[in-house]
């Protein structure tokens, strides 16, 4: 029976790579994305068929690291996992639940705590070496706090507010600097190279991408209304591609289960040109980013 699901998966897989169009950056392209429901990160080749797994509860950020690993947040941990013989590189373990963490250009692991409220660097060996508690006044909000979390290059950091509907700057202290207001929860936030900052909200009202400027006006936005059969369920993680394209994961929990792709790949200018829509090797994908190609350097910053 086994055997028999993950050819179903891979034949759905390929299915929907062939209906690429030309302006997809994703013909050809090997993926990593986060299973929350399913309790697992994989690897995905081009042709839809899932090369490798490792358990993750509770998965949801997942980042592809430059020596062959994986980092990625599960459940109350965050764990890099070698992909040649899966031994854990790094590991980092709380009272509290996690969504967010990044690997630092000095080598230290940034984690968001979400029930406590809290923007941590770990280093190597595990040991919190600076911590940053967040507006005490949200704290009671407990799960619901936050999802995920970037540091930026000036020491502040973003920070999705699921239960707030917003998205905010800190700076090194923890003072908000910066906020957006959606109609929705936010589960993630990206600093773009132009200065603004793109949200990916949730489904407590109506998902989508949404496209700030640093005055907090909105600028550009993705959702439903803007696309045929209404895909969108509840936007977590995204990446934007070299050709401007945004990869964006379409979590389908919360009763969606199976109506609805998981991944979409979305131009600029609102088409949809790939899809992926393998329901049964997946529940819920929560994030995904995309192996790069030989030469390309891996953002550590500012991806989904």
Sequence with gaps: MKTMLSVVGAVLAIS?????????YMKGRRMVVSDY???????VEADGTVSWSHPAPNSNDVWIMPDNALLFAAGTAVREVSIADK???????????????QRLPNGNTFVAECSGAKLLEVAPDGKVVKTVVLTPGDNEKGGAY????????????????????RASEYDADGKEVWSAKLPTGVHS????????????GADSGPPGLREFNPA?????????????????KFMTGFQILPNGNILLSNW?????????????????DKKVVWTFNDHVNFKTVASVQVFPKKGEKLDIMNVH
């Excluded at 936050?146 to 509907?165: D, E, I, K, S, T």
């Excluded at 907090?216 to 969108?232: F, I, M, R």
């Design 216 to 232: 907090g006006e909105l600028v550009w936005s993705l959702t439903n209304e803007d696309l045929a059969d209404k895909p969108l």
């Design 252 to 268: 389908v929990g919360h009763g969606q289960f199976g109506k609805a792709p998981h991944i979409l790949e979305v131009t600029r």
């Design 87 to 101: 031994k854990v590189k790094f590991e980092y373990t709380s009272q509290s639940t996690i969504y967010g963490t």
């Design 16 to 24: 929907c790579f062939a209906e690429e169009k030309s302006e997809s």
């Design 146 to 165: 936050m999802r995920n979390a970037r540091a930026l290059p000036n020491g502040h950091y973003l920070v999705g507010h699921y239960a707030g509907n």
């Design 37 to 43: 429901s399913g309790g697992k990160v994989c690897i």
């Design 189 to 200: 936030v990206v600093r773009l190279p132009n200065g603004n900052t793109m949200l990916a």
